[in-house]
């Protein structure tokens, strides 16, 4: 009944990889695009990356080289390898996915946290 769930967030050192994976519910198949945003403490959520259903991706500028986005054939997951990471990739990472359920709506993970310390 969960629609989204992440995970593989936590503590990694300046330099270091982290993977995120997120689960769409078959509930809420057809969907149209999922991906990931953050949001640090005291700053705007903003758009990390995002594919639609037809694999067009866009990336943040600030993750372009270090981030990549990808997904299982079924497109109902959604992993975000995070390379080369810096204290300023800190934040709260929620996946998001645009589905139908009577009608088109945002689904939105808990999120999952990610700080990069030494």
């Known amino acids: 009944q969960v629609p989204l769930v992440e995970s593989g967030g936590g503590l990694v050192q300046p330099g270091g990889s982290l993977r995120l994976s997120c689960s769409a519910s078959?509930?809420?198949?057809?969907?149209?695009?999922m991906g990931w945003y953050r949001q640090a403490p005291g700053k705007q959520r903003e758009l990390v990356v995002s594919?639609?259903?037809?694999?067009?991706?866009n990336y943040a500028d600030s993750v372009k080289g270090r981030f990549t986005i990808s997904r299982d054939p079924a497109e109902n997951r959604v992993y975000l390898q995070m390379n080369s990471l810096t204290p300023e990739d800190t934040a709260v990472y929620f996946c998001y996915a645009e589905g139908y359920v009577a009608g088109w709506h945002d689904y939105w993970g808990q999120g999952t946290q990610v700080t990069v310390s030494s």
């Open positions: 078959r509930s809420i198949i057809p969907i149209n695009a």
């Open positions: 594919i639609t259903s037809l694999g067009v991706r």
